[in-house]
């Protein structure tokens, strides 16, 4: 059995390596325009920076807890604040760069003719979900989004209007995508239209 497979696994873990490397150090935005290249790093530099910022929380926290013998009240609740807005960065870059988790491996199944149609069923319901979820989010921030926060005191509307920012971005990156399935299956449909 081995010798079957010796000549597949062989530098199996290099082309693995080569294979991830080259994905984390592609591009995602390089066919993108101007205007989604500003988009996306403006809300990668949110996320990188609200990263950063619960980093060094939790850092500076453990070491005053331990070395000091203090800790600091504030630090949990800011980084509890702080994680929704890391999340919401995260969904509306993944959708707007396609690396949702999906599975396409039945959707090549479907005759090619049918794509389209299932691809805006698809893309028409994210949309109404995420629209929905905005909606819920939002009446969330208005009830209880002007309550204080106990220990850095500032309203708990500044972490839950994460959600509502972040489903509404990826509603409408949504809608972009479909948009953008849209007007491809129309291209193709003219060249075939042509051809004939």
């Excluded at 988009?39 to 609200?50: F, K, M, Q």
């Excluded at 630090?75 to 870059?93: D, H, I, Y």
């Excluded at 990826?170 to 972009?176: C, E, K, L, Q, V």
């Amino acid at each position: 059995m081995t010798v079957v497979l010796e000549p597949f696994l062989k530098n199996l873990s290099e082309k693995i390596d080569a294979a991830n490397r080259s994905l984390e150090l592609h591009d995602p935005d390089e066919k993108a325009g101007l205007a989604d290249k500003c988009v996306n790093r403006l809300v990668e530099a949110v996320g990188v920076s609200v990263l950063v910022m619960i980093v060094v929380v939790i850092f500076a926290n453990a070491f005053s807890r331990y070395v000091l013998n203090y800790s600091f009240s504030w630090a949990e609740e800011l980084v509890q604040m702080s994680m929704p807005w890391l999340a919401m960065t995260g969904v509306f870059l993944s959708v707007r760069r396609g690396t949702m988790i999906k599975i396409d491996y039945f959707f090549k199944k479907i005759p090619a003719h049918y794509q389209p149609i299932i691809a805006y069923f698809g893309h028409s319901l994210n949309i109404l979900i995420l629209l929905s979820m905005a909606i819920v989010s939002l009446e969330f921030v208005f009830l209880f989004g002007g309550d204080e926060a106990l220990y850095v005191s500032i309203p708990t509307g500044f972490s839950t209007s994460a959600l509502v920012w972040g489903m509404a971005g990826a509603a409408m990156a949504y809608f972009a995508e479909f948009f953008r399935v849209w007007k491809h299956s129309n291209s193709e449909k003219k060249i075939r239209g042509a051809k004939k």
